[in-house]
């Protein structure tokens, strides 16, 4: 579809080249905005293209029935950390109204098809923007001196994604703008329904038990927001080579803190996860596999996980069936 051209366009683009994903480099993406804009002058609804399942969810529930909406990385097993855009998908996001993505170094290997969109005059929307540009801020720094991309389990950070949005593509659909608005603010509603609900599940579990243990750093944000302390075997990104040291290190504290269950990830290998089970159990320490969670990417298409209320749902109900159920058996 044709574009008006002259008119004030905001487009947020990662330029650096992260090759190895988005744990891997201690800069910030740099923002670009430039003065000319593009508004869009199609007639039916707007063709978005997205990064993940998760940003499909967001452009859904602000967009609702002016948007048509697809996802590169659409499933549950898909690991954003790692994927590695194909022809296709490059001819995907070339063919967009518009392109969102989640930034902040989550799709690393995307950077440099987001960043040739500029060129053809493709806008595209970081949906993290405007938490990067707040002060204080609330995004977690890692130790290596980067923001922890998975702001999505914290559902006020990610009601401040879906109000962002709304801005952003109201300057792109300006005749729309009431309807984001409006959108947006139901979304905020969905998000704290979900925290609440969340909460009250969460409760079941003593405070002493809420320790969650996974395959990768994913869950800063849902500790921050449930109060959960979490340790995982990989570091924020999957690329990140977890050592032998760092799996005694988790088994000395599953045995000596008598936890219950580790959980394994929808997009991550199982690999680690058991050789933790396999570590116990050489200490005579029973540890069962407490559930599959959804870290980087939200349930198929069709399911109740496929939004992301569903999804943090899920795995607040996994978590606290596993964890507040019973103590190990072999401390009985």
């Given amino acids: 579809m044709k574009f008006t051209a002259n008119v004030r366009l905001y487009c947020l683009l990662v330029t650096a080249v992260l090759g190895a994903g988005c744990g891997d480099s201690t800069d910030a993406p740099p923002v670009v905005s430039t003065t ?3 508004q869009y002058s199609g007639s039916g609804p707007i063709n978005i293209v997205c990064t993940t399942n998760i940003i499909k969810d967001l452009v859904r529930q602000i967009g609702g029935d002016r948007v048509a909406v697809t996802a590169i990385m ?7 950390h790692s994927y590695t855009p194909s022809p296709q998908d490059t001819n995907e ?4 109204d518009l392109v969102v993505y989640s930034g902040l170094h989550l799709e690393g290997q995307f950077d440099g098809p987001l960043e040739s969109l500029s060129h053809r005059g493709i806008p595209v929307i970081c949906v993290t923007g405007g938490l990067s540009n707040e002060q204080p801020s609330r995004l977690i720094q ?3 001196g980067i923001a922890d991309p998975h702001v999505w389990f914290d559902p006020e950070l990610w009601l401040s994604c879906g109000q962002h949005l709304a801005d952003e593509i109201s300057e792109f659909d300006p005749d729309g703008r009431e309807h984001y608005s409006k959108a947006a603010v139901a979304f905020a509603e969905l998000m704290r329904t979900t925290q609440v609900e969340g909460r009250k ?9 809420r320790v969650l243990v996974t395959a990768h750093d994913a869950f800063e944000y849902f500790a921050r927001s449930f109060e959960f302390r979490v340790q995982a075997v990989q570091g924020i990104s999957t690329e990140s080579k977890p050592g032998l040291r760092r799996v005694d ?4 504290l599953l045995v000596d803190n008598r936890i219950a269950a580790v959980f394994t990830e929808q997009s991550v290998s199982d690999r680690n996860i058991a050789a933790l089970v396999a570590g116990c159990e050489a200490q005579q320490h029973t540890l069962k596999i407490g559930g599959r969670l959804y870290s980087d990417t939200a349930g198929a298409e069709g399911t109740d996980q496929e939004t992301l209320a569903g999804a943090l749902l899920h795995n607040i109900r996994q978590i606290a069936d596993a964890l507040a159920a019973t103590e190990p058996e072999d401390s009985q």
């Fill in 36 to 38: 000319d804009v593009t």
């Fill in 142 to 144: 890692t130790a290596d």
């Fill in 201 to 209: 599940t969460i409760a079941s579990v003593p405070v002493t038990r």
């Fill in 93 to 96: 996001l070339t063919a967009a």
């Fill in 74 to 80: 659409d499933g549950p097993g898909i690991d954003p």
């Fill in 249 to 252: 290190e988790l088994v000395t």
